[in-house]
Nanobody, 124 residues
Framework: VQLQASGGGLVQAGGSLSVSCATS????????MGWFRQAPGREREFVGY???????IGYADSVKGRFIISRDNANRFSLQMNSLKPEDTAVYYC???????????????????WGQGTLVTVSS
């Protein structure tokens, strides 16, 4: 399975950006699509997740109310980022668990497949 992230870029604080993730194989209801980010010198951080059918979505507290995760179709997911802050600057990754048995959805080690990451830079 291959994941391809696209989007990102440079935006001023308070602005919006969207990142998408395309998967080479369809994502079924038991699968989980996760979004993570990693800033320079920091560990990879959970951003949010969505179930393969799009019926369950969760967010990290740091982005709740600002970011929106959605399912465009079985092969494409999106992360809409609003009210961006300089501390949101990071490389953003999409990841997929296809085992159907994730125990800790916030743990990057639970995910089997990763996109290449896309850089989001928020200037102050």
């Amino acid at each position: 399975v291959q994941l391809q992230a696209s989007g990102g870029g440079l935006v001023q604080a308070g602005g919006s950006l969207s990142v998408s993730c395309a998967t080479s194989e369809p994502t079924f209801s038991t699968y989980v699509m996760g979004w993570f980010r990693q800033a320079p010198g920091r560990e990879r951080e959970f951003v949010g997740y969505i179930r393969g059918n799009g019926l369950k979505i969760g967010y990290a507290d740091s982005v709740k109310g600002r970011f929106i995760i959605s399912r465009d179709n079985a092969n494409r997911f999106s992360l809409q980022m609003n009210s961006l802050k300089p501390e949101d600057t990071a490389v953003y990754y999409c990841a997929s668990d296809r085992s159907g048995s994730v125990s800790n959805i916030r743990d990057p080690r639970e995910y089997d497949y990763w996109g290449q990451g896309t850089l989001v830079t928020v200037s102050s």
